[in-house]
């Protein structure tokens, strides 16, 4: 099992990026596909998860500190999970990594510890 991120770069304030992460060897339809995010000297944080609740139905959740400006989607015959980042700001720069899993509830979807397969990180930098 492989998740590969892309995407990332060097971007101006308000400006857009997005982000893409590819799975392979095995299909994650079912799974709860995840974006967190880590700065230089902090703790990795949740951004956004799109969670399987249900044949064909999904569920988003957004981070208050990105709701209205990233949105997170997936295309399950691709399999692959995006995350559209709009409006970007300084406070934005970090390393994004994709996670893939099957938390147990809406709560550890925005854990880490809710997630079993992790790609290797994009950085994200955004110059003011």
């Known amino acids: 099992v492989q998740l590969q991120a892309s995407g990332g770069g060097l971007v101006q304030a308000g400006g857009s990026l997005r982000l893409s992460c590819a799975a392979s060897g095995r299909t994650f339809s079912s799974d709860t596909m995840g974006w967190f995010r880590q700065a230089p000297g902090k703790e990795r944080e949740f951004v956004a998860s799109?969670?399987?609740?249900?044949?064909?139905?999904?569920?988003?959740d957004h981070a208050d500190s990105v709701k209205g400006r990233f949105t997170i989607s997936r295309d399950n015959a691709k399999n692959t999970v995006s995350l559209q980042m709009n409006s970007l700001k300084p406070e934005d720069t970090a390393v994004y990594y994709c996670?893939?899993?099957?938390?147990?509830?809406?709560?550890?979807?925005?854990?880490?510890?809710?997630?079993?397969?992790w790609g290797q990180g994009t950085q994200v930098t955004v110059s003011s």
């Open positions: 996670a893939a899993g099957r938390p147990s509830d809406s709560y550890y979807s925005t854990k880490v510890e809710g997630y079993d397969y």
């Open positions: 799109i969670r399987w609740i249900g044949v064909n139905t999904y569920i988003t």
